[in-house]
């Protein structure tokens, strides 16, 4: 079956350590995206990749960092720097970055929580 | 600024039609998406808008009025799994989604 999938479901961390989020299409798309979503938000975009060994800062990328070595993978690294991590983070892939129908897939998400 | 507005919650009985309303104001327009998003899953596509008029698919449908910056969704015949958040997304004219707060759609029996 093509998707996305996103792991771990559920990753708890001490305050002050950097976290990796993982997150893997099959579904040959260009474009990857990754999403905070807090409680009763929207959601907001940190890091997006239109093509391999290319990426872009979203609206909050600061304390965040992404590599996109690979088409399939897209993985995300929560620094001590980012100032409140606790959210839920929903990475998302589309066939192309640069189209009006530019649809995105949704993995299942990661719900981090600092402690 | 991009901004795009919906009603943070609506509330409507079982069977009954609710009309989730977005408005928008983005630099461009390349078309409107509809996500439905359960409590803790992932965002699910809805419908996609980019001429004028109304899109329907079953109990769905969309509608757009790009002179105005309005969208509505429907939702027609309404079942209990229907609630959930509703996301209205903009692709503005680099392509990328502007994405609303979102509907939270409570219905009742």
């Known amino acids: 079956d093509g998707g996305i999938t996103q792991s771990p479901k559920y990753l708890f961390r001490k305050e002050g350590q950097n976290v990796t989020l993982s997150c893997e299409q099959n579904?040959?798309?260009?474009?990857m995206y990754w999403y905070r979503q807090d409680p009763g938000q929207g959601l907001r975009l940190i890091y997006y990749?239109?093509?391999?060994?290319?990426?872009q800062k979203g609206d909050i990328a600061e304390g965040y960092s992404v590599s996109r070595e690979k088409k399939e993978s897209f993985p995300l690294t929560v620094t001590s720097a980012q100032k409140n991590p606790t959210a839920f983070y929903l990475c998302?892939?589309?066939?192309?970055?640069?189209?009006?129908?530019?649809?995105?897939?949704f993995g299942p998400g990661t719900r981090l929580t600092v402690l | 600024g991009q901004n795009i507005d919906q009603p943070t919650e609506m509330t409507a009985t079982e069977g009954a039609i609710v009309q989730i309303n977005c408005t928008y104001q983005?630099?461009?327009?390349?078309?409107l998406f509809w996500y439905q998003q359960h409590a803790g899953e992932a965002p699910t596509f809805l419908s996609y808008?980019?001429l004028d008029g109304l899109e329907e698919k079953g109990r769905f449908s969309s509608f757009l009025s790009r002179s105005k910056g309005y969208s509505y969704l429907l939702l027609k015949e309404l079942q209990m799994k229907d609630s959930a958040s509703y996301l209205c997304?903009?692709?503005?004219?680099?392509?990328?989604?502007?994405w609303g707060a979102g509907t939270k759609l409570i219905i009742k029996p």
């Open positions: 808008n980019v």
């Open positions: 579904l040959n798309h260009d474009a």
């Open positions: 983005t630099s461009g327009f390349n078309g």
């Open positions: 998302a892939s589309s066939i192309h970055g640069t189209s009006g129908y530019n649809e995105q897939f």
């Open positions: 997304a903009v692709t503005d004219s680099n392509y990328q989604l502007i």
């Open positions: 990749s239109q093509i391999v060994n290319d990426f």
